[in-house]
């Protein structure tokens, strides 16, 4: 298969297939907008004291610093000035990267934008189950069904393509 040949139908409806693609696709297109934003909120920061920034939000709300989650704030804003952005940058416009060009994979109902899709969510289940086991909660269950079911979705598409030649664009 080359990079321009698209995905053959593997479900019973091609409009429900393809719905559910650019779902997965607008999904990813997304993960990958909040990534950028992130990281342009994380620029802003550069020169900046985090601590100083975190303890004058906690005043600004009247919140009290000892409580649990104002104390939670200010660990993060301290491990967050610990960080050296020029080592992060790199490594998170890759992730923008991968989220963009698998979205508009998807999109274009590309072969190996489902190998990408269901590899790399792959990847997260481990994680997402174990912080499930150390924090139970309704999002993060939410979360990795979610996840798994994105999975799922790509992983039945490839299983029941397999041995069928590809369409060409």
């Not at 985090?50 to 649990?68: E, G, M, Y």
């Not at 274009?108 to 289940?125: F, N, P």
């Amino acid at each position: 298969m080359t990079p321009d040949e698209t995905i053959p139908p593997a479900v019973a409806t091609p409009g429900g297939r393809r719905r559910a693609l650019r779902a997965i696709a607008v999904f990813e297109a997304a993960k990958g907008l909040a990534a950028l934003a992130a990281g342009i909120g994380l620029l802003q920061l550069l020169h900046h004291d985090i601590h100083r920034l975190a303890v004058a939000l906690l005043w600004r709300f009247h919140l009290d610093p000892a409580l649990p989650y104002p104390t939670l704030l200010l660990h993060y804003a301290d491990l967050l000035g610990a960080i050296d952005l020029r080592t992060l940058a790199p490594v998170a416009l890759a992730y923008i990267a991968v989220r963009f060009l698998e979205a508009w994979g998807l999109w274009k109902e590309k072969t190996w934008a489902e190998w990408l899709g269901a590899l790399s969510g792959a990847l997260y289940i481990p994680l997402e189950v174990a912080h499930l086991a150390h924090r139970p909660g309704a999002i993060n269950a939410g979360v990795l069904l979610l996840n798994l079911g994105v999975v799922g979705f790509l992983a039945f598409q490839l299983w029941a393509r397999r041995g069928k030649p590809a369409n060409k664009v």
